[in-house]
C-alpha cells in the first residue's frame, strides 16, 4: 500500500486547508487511517485518527478545530483543520494500518508542510 499525501501549504492564523492521503495499491485492506504532525526538534505526534468502523479521535492540542473522516470507497482519508494556530505548523503525515493475511503493518506517506503565519 502507497499513501500520498496532499493539501499543506501557507496559511494565515485563523485560517483553514484540508489535507487529503490516498492509499492506493493492489489487493488491500485498510484498517484505521491517521494524521501525526512533526515539527523541527519535536517528536512525531499523533494528531487523529478513523477507525474502519470505529469513531474519531482527536489529540487534545487540536480537539475542536481539526476533523477526521474518510471516504473508504475512495480509500482517501482527511483532515479538515480550521482556526489553525502557528503551532499548528508542522510536516503532517498521513498513516495506515495494511491488514493482510490476519496480520496488520503499519503504512506512512511523505509528509506535507502546514505552515501557519501569524
Known amino acids: 500500500v502507497q499513501l500520498q499525501a496532499y493539501g499543506g501549504g501557507l496559511v494565515q492564523a485563523g485560517g483553514s486547508l484540508r489535507l487529503s492521503c490516498v492509499a492506493s495499491?493492489?489487493?488491500?485492506?485498510?484498517?484505521?487511517m491517521a494524521w501525526y504532525r512533526q515539527s523541527p526538534g519535536t517528536q512525531r505526534a499523533r494528531v487523529a485518527t478513523?477507525?474502519?468502523?470505529?469513531?474519531?479521535t482527536y489529540a487534545d492540542a487540536v480537539k475542536g478545530r481539526f476533523t477526521i473522516s474518510r471516504d473508504s470507497n475512495k480509500n482517501t482519508a482527511y483532515l479538515e483543520m480550521t482556526d489553525l494556530k502557528p503551532e499548528d505548523s508542522a510536516v503532517y503525515y498521513c498513516?495506515?494500518?495494511?491488514?493482510?493475511?490476519?496480520?496488520?503493518?503499519?503504512?506512512w506517506g511523505k509528509g506535507t508542510q502546514v505552515t501557519v503565519s501569524s
Open positions: 498513516a495506515a494500518t495494511e491488514i493482510d493475511g490476519g496480520r496488520t503493518y503499519a503504512r
Open positions: 495499491g493492489s489487493n488491500f485492506s485498510i484498517g484505521s
Open positions: 478513523i477507525g474502519s468502523g470505529a469513531g474519531p
